[in-house]
């Protein structure tokens, strides 16, 4: 058998469910719509901040097989892999998941940093944190590199669905479930460059040319006079 090597600068954000497949729903949100959404914010976050490349499983509503999710990561070789889910049946706040064999230094670790970076956006949302869990969920089971699955608040819990329709939450958990992954993988941090002064509008600069100082104003026009003759156009600018 080939030796496993992953490819650290691909990562893998994987929006659960999606097509045919709505996932769970309740207080008027499908979860197919919000992992998606969570998903992409994700992303941008990763490569926003991080050197690396992030690539979802899927990138609209469409129906992608578990099988599928994990043949997509295995191919890249990612370095990391998670799955965004959203919880049903009358619980609420957030929760992880990794096999239950899952290696302290791998998913262990992603599960770990996930936990460690959520804190804060949990405590400042009010948010429960369920714990970190373990189950043979397929997507983290067949998936080759460290794989963690979230799910980020109970869909048919009034408190959790508030929270599941604020912008500002779910891109806060976004930017945390990022600097987990960032965090675990090593990524290295894109330098943000102090913009340069822009360069100003060639146009709206003018050069004034000064052909000399007098105190008499007879002899500035005498000036002006020459350089008229001379075919410049001249003025005189009084300062007093
Ligand atoms: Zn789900």
Same mark, same amino acid.
């Given at each position: 058998?080939?030796?496993?090597?992953?490819?650290?600068?691909?990562?893998?954000?994987?929006?659960?469910?999606?097509?045919?497949?709505?996932?769970?729903?309740?207080?008027?949100?499908?979860?197919?719509?919000?992992?998606?959404?969570?998903?992409?914010?994700?992303?941008?976050?990763?490569?926003?901040?991080?050197?690396?490349?992030?690539?979802?499983?899927?990138?609209?509503?469409?129906?992608?097989?578990?099988?599928?999710?994990?043949?997509?990561?295995?191919?890249?070789?990612?370095?990391?892999?998670?799955?965004?889910?959203?919880?049903?049946?009358?619980?609420?706040?957030?929760?992880?998941?990794?096999?239950?064999? *899952?290696?302290? +230094?791998?998913? !262990? &670790?992603?599960? @770990?940093?996930?936990?460690?970076?959520?804190? #804060?956006i949990?405590?400042k949302y009010?948010?429960?944190?369920?714990?970190?869990?373990?189950?043979?969920?397929?997507?983290?089971?067949?998936?080759?590199?460290?794989?963690?699955?979230?799910?980020?608040?109970?869909?048919?819990?009034?408190?959790?669905?508030?929270l599941?329709?604020s912008d500002a939450f779910l891109d806060d958990v976004?930017?945390?479930?990022?600097? *987990?992954?960032? +965090?675990?993988? !090593? &990524?290295?941090? @894109?330098?943000?460059?102090?913009?340069?002064? #822009?360069?100003?509008?060639?146009?709206?600069?003018?050069?004034?040319?000064?052909?000399?100082?007098?105190?008499?104003?007879?002899?500035?026009?005498?000036?002006?006079?020459?350089?008229?003759?001379?075919?410049?156009?001249?003025?005189?600018?009084?300062?007093?």
């Amino acid at each position: 058998m080939k030796g496993w090597r992953s490819n650290m600068s691909i990562q893998v954000v994987d929006p659960g469910h999606g097509g045919y497949d709505p996932g769970c729903s309740g207080n008027g949100l499908e979860e197919k719509d919000l992992t998606l959404d969570i998903s992409r914010r994700v992303c941008q976050h990763l490569e926003a901040k991080y050197k690396t490349d992030a690539k979802m499983t899927r990138l609209s509503d469409k129906y992608i097989s578990l099988q599928g999710r994990c043949d997509f990561a295995n191919r890249l070789k990612a370095g990391s892999f998670l799955s965004v889910h959203i919880n049903a049946g009358g619980g609420t706040g957030f929760e992880s998941y990794v096999v239950p064999n *899952a290696h302290p +230094d791998s998913a !262990g &670790l992603l599960q @770990k940093n996930v936990h460690k970076h959520m804190g #804060p956006i949990l405590k400042k949302y009010d948010h429960r944190d369920r714990g970190k869990k373990k189950a043979n969920f397929h997507v983290i089971r067949v998936s080759r590199m460290k794989a963690c699955l979230v799910e980020i608040g109970f869909i048919d819990t009034d408190k959790d669905a508030k929270l599941l329709k604020s912008d500002a939450f779910l891109d806060d958990v976004a930017e945390a479930l990022a600097d *987990a992954i960032a +965090d675990t993988e !090593g &990524l290295e941090k @894109k330098v943000t460059e102090p913009k340069p002064e #822009p360069d100003p509008d060639p146009e709206d600069t003018f050069f004034r040319v000064v052909a000399g100082s007098f105190q008499k104003k007879d002899n500035a026009e005498q000036r002006v006079k020459e350089l008229e003759e001379k075919g410049f156009d001249a003025f005189i600018d009084a300062k007093h």
